[in-house]
Each structure stands twice: as C-alpha cells, then as structure tokens.
C-alpha cells in the first residue's frame, strides 16, 4: 500500500493556479509533519513546503514564498499545496513526504521517511 498519493497536478498557464492534494495512510499521517518538493528535469529534488504536525507552523523555499501555501486537514488525512501565480520555473514533479512519528518540520530530503509517487505540473508561458 502507497502511503502517500499526491494528485492535482496539470498544465497550466502562467499565471494561473493549481492545487495539490496528498492523501495518506491513517498509520502515516496521524502522527507526522509533511513536506513538499519539487524535481526538474536534470535537477535534484529541491524543498517547496513544510507543515508541522499541529499546522501551526509553516516553512518555505524563497522561491514560493508569497505564492504558494502548504495547508492540512488532520480529519481527511491530507495535505495540500496551494500554488498561485505559477511561473516557467515552478515547472517539475512535485512530491509530498511524510516525517513519521515527527511534529517539526524539515527542508531535506532526508528527514522523511514517507514519499509519495509525484505529480507533474507544467507551466506554459
């Protein structure tokens, strides 16, 4: 069983918007702080978005802050990327991770446990 699966992705203008969801597994969500990130082509896997276990904190990469906003809803197991004003740049695969049995956040790769398969999301300009 796939513990996290992201969906939402798609092609979009710049400009425009998307939302994405991460639906977990009760056993890897209850009781973990979530994070979001992204992979180009040619690129390593770079950090998006954080959200501790409560909600109550937020971490960004500089690169998002002000357009995107990490959210989660404890009750449907699931997390979320809202991204506005969508560039060329924030063209990749995007994934969600899961830190198990941790309230902080992380920006590396290696602090989650938990990844999901990714979602593409293209921009066209």
């Known amino acids: 069983q796939v513990p996290l699966v992201e969906s939402g992705g798609g092609l979009v203008q710049a400009g425009d918007s998307l939302r994405l969801s991460c639906a977990a597994s009760d056993g890897t969500f209850s009781n973990a702080a979530m994070g979001w990130f992204r992979q180009a082509p040619g690129k390593e896997r770079e950090f998006v978005a954080a959200i501790n276990l409560s909600g109550s904190f937020t971490k960004y990469a500089d690169s998002v802050r002000g357009r995107f906003t990490i959210s989660r809803d404890r009750a449907k197991n699931t997390a979320y990327l809202q991204m506005n004003s969508l560039i060329s740049e924030d063209m990749a695969v995007y994934y969600c991770?899961?830190?198990?049995?941790?309230?902080?956040?992380?920006?590396?790769?290696?602090?989650?446990?938990?990844w999901g398969q990714g979602t593409q999301v293209t921009v066209s300009s």
């Open positions: 991770a899961a830190r198990k049995n941790v309230a902080a956040t992380s920006d590396i790769p290696g602090g989650y446990e938990y």
